[in-house]
Every structure is written in structure tokens, then in C-alpha cells.
T-cell receptor, first 112, second 112 residues
Framework: DGGITQSPKYLFRKEGQNVTLSCEQN?????MYWYRQDPGQGLRLIYY???????QKGDIAEGYSVSREKKESFPLTVTSAQKNPTAFYLC???????????FGNGTRLTVT | GENVEQHPSTLSVQEGDSAVIKCTYS??????FPWYKQELGKGPQLIID?????GEKKDQRIAVTLNKTAKHFSLHITETQPEDSAVYFC???????????FGKGTRLHILP
């Protein structure tokens, strides 16, 4: 079955450590996205990529980094510079502009 | 940039009754309006969408209406069932923009 896989489902880290969240898709989609979800805040865009080896900052990119070396993969690194990293992180993909998003089931990151 | 407002933030309806969730958008150039349903611990899933050349779209118990003049769109769920309990997000974007802007979500409770 085609879809988006995010791993792990739960992730725990100590403050000051970088952590990388995995996102893989086998839908052959060109565009991929990372969203952060906090209670009452909706979905806020962190980074997005329309094509391999290219990506753009979203609305809340500070303290995060991404790479897009393969069409199927769009890992997100939460760096120690991110002031409030504890959140639910969602990866999505789409065929491109104006197309529906397909979401993974998220990674819940807890930093203590 | 685009701003999407969603109301109410929480909605409780008796099983079998109808539920209505409303969204407004700010950018008159927006032309694609998807609705997503998010169940607990999962990623959002597209349930219905509408483009600006259409005023209404229906899929079984779910319908979406769009008023371009007033810049608002609504989700209607009829004959609600327990499995309709979830968080619903509206969103807006335009064809030439790869960023989809989400509302803050509505938590729908279906009461037995």
C-alpha cells in the first residue's frame, strides 16, 4: 500500500540534543512538508520541498533543518536552538501545488 | 499572506443531528479549500475539498459550501454518527502557491 511512514511514533530527548525525525513516502509525490501541531494552534508549516535538493522555509523554521536528497525522504532535524521542541510533528506529501496533502501518523517528540 | 479563521473551536451535537463548521479566509486569490479530519493519535485525512469555480460539493453525509464574495466556506455533516467524533481542519491555498494555510481546528463531539 502506498503511504507516508513517520518513525518513530514517540521520541524522547534531553534538552540540548539534536534529534532527527524520519519521513518516507512511496506515493511518488514531488512535494513534501513538515508541520508542527500544538494544542489549540492548528498546523503550522516548518519547511517544505517541491523537488529533490530544494526546500523552503515555512512560517516557523527557526531551530529546525531539513534535507531532500531523495524524492522519497524528507528528514527533519530539531536542533538545540529550537526553544520549545516538545510537540506533535506531522509529515505530508502531495503531487504539487493545489493538490491534496497526504499525511503520515506523526511523531510525538518530548524534550526534557 | 493568507489567514484562515475557523469556528467554533469545540462543537457538541447529539447523534443523528447535523454539525456545521465555518471558516473564513483573507486572500481573495485563494482557490482551493480542503477539509481534513484528524482522529486521536493519527495524521489528518482529506475528507472533502472544493475549488473556487464550484459553490457546493457533496459526498454522502458530508457537504462543503463556498461563498467567494464573502470569503467563507463551511463543512456540513448530516445524520452524525459516533465515528464522526474527531478534530476537523479547514484550509485554503492558491494554485500558484505551494503553502496550504490551515485553520486552528474544531473538536467535534457526537453525544449518544
Amino acid at each position: 500500500d502506498g503511504g507516508i511512514t513517520q518513525s518513530p511514533k514517540y521520541l524522547f530527548r534531553k534538552e540540548g540534543q539534536n534529534v532527527t525525525l524520519s519521513c518516507e513516502q512511496n506515493l511518488n509525490h514531488d512535494a513534501m512538508y513538515w508541520y508542527r501541531q500544538d494544542p489549540g494552534q492548528g498546523l503550522r508549516l516548518i519547511y517544505y520541498s517541491q523537488i529533490v535538493n530544494d526546500f523552503q522555509k515555512g512560517d516557523i523554521a527557526e531551530g529546525y533543518s531539513v534535507s531532500r536528497e531523495k524524492k522519497e525522504s524528507f528528514p527533519l532535524t530539531v536542533t538545540s536552538a529550537q526553544k520549545n521542541p516538545t510537540a506533535f510533528y506531522l509529515c505530508a506529501s502531495s503531487l504539487g501545488v493545489g493538490s491534496p496533502l497526504h499525511f503520515g501518523n506523526g511523531t510525538r517528540l518530548t524534550v526534557t | 499572506g493568507e489567514n484562515v479563521e475557523q469556528h467554533p473551536s469545540t462543537l457538541s451535537v447529539q447523534e443523528g443531528d447535523s454539525a456545521v463548521i465555518k471558516c473564513t479566509y483573507s486572500d481573495s486569490a485563494s482557490n482551493y479549500f480542503p477539509w481534513y479530519k484528524q482522529e486521536l493519535g493519527k495524521g489528518p485525512q482529506l475528507i472533502i475539498d472544493i475549488r473556487s469555480n464550484v459553490g457546493e460539493k457533496k459526498d454522502q453525509r458530508i457537504a462543503v459550501t463556498l461563498n467567494k464574495t464573502a470569503k467563507h466556506f463551511s463543512l456540513h455533516i448530516t445524520e452524525t454518527q459516533p465515528e464522526d467524533s474527531a478534530v476537523y481542519f479547514c484550509a485554503a491555498t492558491k494554485n500558484r502557491d505551494d503553502k496550504i494555510i490551515f485553520g486552528k481546528g474544531t473538536r467535534l463531539h457526537i453525544l449518544p
